[in-house]
């Protein structure tokens, strides 16, 4: 059974930092794509950031320069490092994983189809 749980989540004023950690268990086939996506009341779902198994990365526009997306292989852990956070940050941020994808999907496409097995979601909120 495929289990991705995260954890990191809080609140924080703009301008402050949070590292979300996802960790992935059960996955009988190696992942093709890690990531983070968030939704805000009211908003649709959005991808975040992105990372193959290659270890490419990829970024949404409105996160880009701020947040940075990792992998720990040996702890089976995903990161996504916040800074310099804003009010628009606030959402509730989910960890995603996807397999036997071709790697650009991850970059790509995966950003709106959003295929694979969830976590629960942890919330982030930013203040003024």
Known sequence: ?????ESGGG????GGSLTLACVVSGME????????????PGKEREGVATIDA???T???DSVKGRFTISQDNAKNTL???MNSLKPEDTAMYYCLADQ???YDYCSGSWYRTQTGFWGQGTQVT???
Do not use: E, K, M, N
């Open 1 to 5: 059974q495929v289990q991705l749980v």
């Open 11 to 14: 609140s924080v004023q703009a």
């Open 29 to 40: 086939y190696a992942y093709s794509c890690l990531g983070w996506f968030r939704q805000a």
């Open 54 to 56: 290659d270890g490419t």
């Open 58 to 60: 990829s970024y949404s």
């Open 79 to 81: 990161y996504l490092q």
């Open 100 to 102: 036997f994808r071709q």
């Open 126 to 128: 930013v203040s003024v």
